[in-house]
């Protein structure tokens, strides 16, 4: 069965790190651009951070640029969101997918869902003191 796993979710103090991982089960994840997606209580799924499938293009939104890094792992078939300074308002569920529309082999496309598949379940994130 085709599909991503998310975890390294958790209850975290603001200011403080996780590191969620993406992996895939039934294929291979490197061909694909990934996005991380989040949807914090009552609100719509926003895109989070992105990158190519070579992993040489990466794009954030802007709410998360310069604490949100993503980078990927071939041997391991993943993909890492390191989140540094938490903030509560990062609160809510991670998702990420496989960007199958496009060839973005140095560059992601965006964070058109339409454009994604093999949703995992998501991982929770809680940012609180």
């Known amino acids: 069965q085709e599909q991503l796993v998310e975890s390294g979710g958790g209850l975290v103090q603001p200011g403080g790190s996780l590191r969620l991982a993406c992996a895939a089960s039934?294929?291979?994840?490197?061909?694909?651009?990934i996005g991380w997606f989040r949807q914090a209580p009552g609100k719509e799924r926003e895109g989070v951070a992105c990158?190519?499938?070579?992993?040489?293009?990466?794009n954030y939104t802007d709410s998360v640029k310069d604490r949100f890094t993503i980078s990927r792992d071939s041997a391991k078939n993943t993909v890492y969101l390191q989140m540094n300074s938490l903030k509560p308002e990062d609160t809510g569920v991670y998702f990420c997918?496989?960007?199958?529309?496009?060839?973005?082999?140095?560059?992601?496309?965006?964070?058109?869902?339409?454009?994604?598949?093999?949703w995992g379940q998501g991982t929770q994130v809680t940012v609180s003191s």
């Open positions: 990158i190519s499938s070579s992993g040489q293009g990466t």
């Open positions: 039934g294929f291979n994840l490197n061909y694909y651009a």
């Open positions: 997918a496989a960007d199958v529309t496009h060839v973005a082999l140095y560059y992601c496309k965006g964070y058109d869902e339409m454009w994604y598949k093999y």
